[in-house]
DNA sequence: CTTCTTGCAAAACGTTTGCAAGAGT
DNA sequence: ACTCTTGCAAACGTTTTGCAAGAAG
């Protein structure tokens, strides 16, 4: 893990003022702002599934296939968005990992084990209680995810049938 | 995953129980009881790290050299105690995963992001906010998992060094 | 004696890396 | 001009698989 100098907080944002502040991102890092960098930012944006790193270089083959962008280039820029707090990402298993845009209001998951939907949730009450728990246990807490798996509405209605 | 037809319910138990309710699940799917499964399952319960396949496999060429038993065989024992609920997993990251038993009390993780120590804590609290979500989201709910990273107390004392 | 399990080696999978060519500043 | 980034292909580490030999029931 590199470390880049962030000032991204999460906050819903207009893909506008994300965009800016990616840009400044990148100069305060004397890093260069690329066509990749930005089609792989503005497909994130617009999209409201949670991807993986392959289902990101697909998005990009169909919608910008001029570029060809490699595999390598998504795996590198995930990895510079998630090292920034642009994005964040989610483990399943040993395989994959699933990326979303961190810019937005902080909320947990529900996952269906049998058709993979991912449902977001925020719940006060237990976002209040983490904080308890680490400050009891002296840990300084910097990030944390939760998981719900189970069956979803559909998927038990199918299984009724 | 293959479906694996099970008894096991998240209680501490001692050894001897959960050996003979593994013996038991065993028959009950037609699979044999061999020594390999034996010793992984003897391992799991002795060990009160978190352990990934790697770190199961060096301990039983170390503790049983002449079964010499294979990685694979590690990872489809593994995979089969995870199906019977025998233990559980957690992800980090893309590469790795770590099994511990799961036949104890439920609880959750802290990890520490420097030195990767886990630590396990339970919150009733928590516990009954996840019941009240997925029961007003219509999900029926089988399992879950909540992580919370960031630096333990260690890690800071080293830091202000 | 039948079926399941094993170890091995090879394959598969997701991810990372070295490098020379190319693009951004 | 200089430096960073890219695509490609090769390398990597982890997990899975096919198969013939071996062990369990």
Redesign the pocket.
């Known amino acids: 893990m590199i470390h880049v100098t962030t000032n991204f907080n999460n906050k819903t944002m207009e893909y506008e003022e994300l965009l800016n502040d990616f ?1 400044k991102l ?2 305060k890092n ?8 930005e089609v792989i930012l503005e497909t994130l944006y617009n999209s409201d599934e949670h991807l ?3 289902d990101l270089h697909h998005l990009l083959q169909t919608k910008y296939p001029e ?7 998504v ?5 510079l968005l998630e090292d920034s707090h642009v994005v964040t990402s989610l483990s399943f ?5 699933k990326y979303e845009l961190g810019v937005k209001i902080h909320h947990d998951h529900l996952i269906c084990t049998e058709c993979g939907k991912i449902t977001e949730f925020v719940d006060e009450e237990i976002e209040k209680r983490q904080h308890v728990i680490t400050k009891k246990l002296g840990f300084k807490m910097t990030d944390h995810s939760m998981q719900i798996y189970g069956i979803c509405k559909e998927c038990q209605e199918k299984e009724n049938n």
Do not use: C, D
């Open positions: 840009k990148l100069k004397n890093l260069k702002f690329t066509i990749q960098r993986t790193p392959e570029l060809k962008t490699g595999i390598a280039t795996y590198r820029t995930l990895s298993g040993a395989q994959g990992k």
